[in-house]
T-cell receptor
Framework: SQQGEEDPQALSIQEGENATMNCSYK?????LQWYRQNSGRGLVHLIL?????REKHSGRLRVTLDTSKKSSSLLITASRAADTASYFC????????????FGGGTRVLVKP | SAVISQKPSRDICQRGTSLTIQCQVD?????MFWYRQQPGQSLTLIAT?????????ESGFVIDKFPISRPNLTFSTLTVSNMSPEDSSIYLC???????????FGDGTRLSIL
């Protein structure tokens, strides 16, 4: 079964708005990684946040991690049409043999 | 990070045939993985490709169906054997440079079986 569960499954926003998506997981993790996938292509790595970190930023992206709640969030600020994609979280957990386990993904549509 | 070249990028195949997908990395990596992404779904790990030994397969995947080679630290192949329409998916190669490091993906191979 998937370690990470994401919500919402789909998100539609206007250009310029912020988009927030959440990821919950079940076991202790070493790190959690967020990816973007455009239209069925390969995955682009966005951010890795380690278990001892609480927040990381990269450009318009902000990721938080709450290990007590076993959850993470990805915030995209000032969204653009080019941010339209599917976003996946993936956990790296010792219990899973240090292999990435993916959530179901959030499909984000940014309307111009 | 690593640059991963995967080919072919897409193919349309007849049922019953086999296709080999190649993955080339621009640096030596210890950890290399193959994933499958069925239409509209998330990614599922097929196997870990081990250099110099047999791949380690996840539950639900077997070597006869998905034979994997890993002759060196920069290259791997995945074969999808005796294909059926249910094998229509995107197959992705992935590498990790170290223990607590990002895992990177190739552009994937979009496979359609008629």
């Amino acid at each position: 079964s998937q370690q990470g569960e994401e919500d919402p499954q789909a998100l539609s926003i206007q250009e310029g708005e912020n988009a927030t998506m959440n990821c919950s997981y079940k076991t202790s993790i070493n790190n959690l990684q967020w990816y973007r996938q455009n239209s069925g292509r390969g995955l682009v790595h966005l951010i890795l946040i380690r278990s001892n970190e609480r927040e990381k930023h990269s450009g318009r992206l902000r990721v938080t991690l709450d290990t007590s709640k076993k959850s993470s969030s990805l915030l995209i600020t000032a969204s653009r049409a080019a941010d339209t994609a599917s976003y996946f979280c993936a956990t790296d957990a010792s219990a899973a043999g240090n292999k990435l386990t993916f959530g179901g993904g959030t499909r984000v549509l940014v309307k111009p | 990070s690593a640059v991963i070249s995967q080919k072919p990028s897409r193919d349309i195949c007849q049922r019953g045939t086999s296709l080999t997908i190649q993955c080339q990395v621009d640096s030596q990596v210890t950890m290399m993985f193959w994933y499958r992404q069925q239409p509209g779904q998330s990614l599922t790990l097929i196997a870990t490709a081990n250099q110099g030994s047999e791949a380690t397969y996840e539950s639900g995947f077997v070597i006869d169906k998905f034979p994997i080679s890993r002759p060196n630290l920069t290259f791997s192949t995945l074969t999808v054997s005796n294909m059926s329409p249910e094998d229509s998916s995107i197959y992705l190669c992935s590498v990790r440079l170290g223990g607590n490091q990002p895992q990177h993906f190739g552009d994937g191979t979009r496979l359609s079986i008629l």
